[in-house]
């Protein structure tokens, strides 16, 4: 089945230990994003490829860094990860040209920051 | 900017019985979607349902529907015999028809559902 796979599912990090998490799909959807959801919150948006095209929201901070190397994988850098970095990183996906333009969201990987 | 307003935080449910959550949203744009997610505990958040504004016809999935009234600019789930798989945070969100598909979720509402 086609998916948008995300790992590893958990990740522990030490405080200001760079950390990589990985997204992969197999939709072939050429726009993905990531969020950032903490405890009981609403995810939010950190950035988005759209095809090549790499698209930042004004309030990430430069902490979060996005590499997308082909179409299939994107990767989450945290550069010096805090306390505050501590959450549920969401990887979805999405095509444009179709109705709807629906987001499909992978499983998750919960950060926890020592 | 657009918003998206879920103004109950909690609801609950019977088992067996209907729940309407609720969702109001602000847009200046003509052409955009409307979506539900369910995210359970702890588990990945998945589409329920989605309404393109441009259709009058509301939508409809097996148990769960919403009442899109668009002048009103309200966009309510419905969820009819309620199981305890539905058991989830809700999370309204809207997409901008230009924005390819780029997500303004409410604060969601956690739905429990009683045996």
């Known amino acids: 089945d086609a998916m948008v796979i995300q790992n590893p599912r958990y990740q522990v990090t030490q405080f200001g230990k760079p950390v990589t998490l990985s997204c992969s799909q197999t939709l072939n959807h050429n726009v993905m994003y990531w969020y950032q959801q903490k405890s009981s919150q609403a995810p939010k948006l950190l950035f988005h490829y759209y095809d090549k095209d790499f698209n930042n929201e004004a309030d990430t901070p430069d902490n979060f860094q996005s590499r997308r190397p082909n179409t299939s994988f994107c990767f989450l850098d945290i550069r010096s990860p805090g306390l505050g970095d501590a959450a549920m990183y969401l990887c979805?996906?999405?095509?444009?040209?179709?109705?709807?333009?629906?987001?499909?969201f992978g499983p998750g990987t919960r950060l926890t920051v020592l | 900017a657009q918003t998206v307003t879920q103004s109950q935080p909690e609801m609950s449910v019977q088992e067996a019985e209907t729940v309407t959550l609720s969702c109001t949203y602000d847009t200046s744009e003509s052409d955009y979607y409307l979506f539900w997610y369910k995210q359970p505990p702890s588990r990945q958040m998945i589409l329920v349902i989605r309404?393109?504004?441009?259709?009058?016809q509301n939508a409809t999935e097996n148990r769960f529907s919403v009442n899109f009234q668009k002048a009103a600019k309200s966009f309510s789930l419905k969820i009819s015999d309620s199981q305890l798989g539905d058991a989830a945070m809700y999370f309204c969100?809207?997409?901008?028809?230009?924005?390819?598909?780029?997500?303004?979720f409410g604060q969601g509402t956690i739905l429990t559902v009683h045996p």
């Open positions: 309404q393109e504004a441009y259709k009058q």
């Open positions: 969100a809207y997409a901008g028809g230009t924005s390819y598909g780029k997500l303004t």
């Open positions: 979805a996906t999405s095509k444009t040209g179709t109705t709807a333009t629906t987001q499909y």
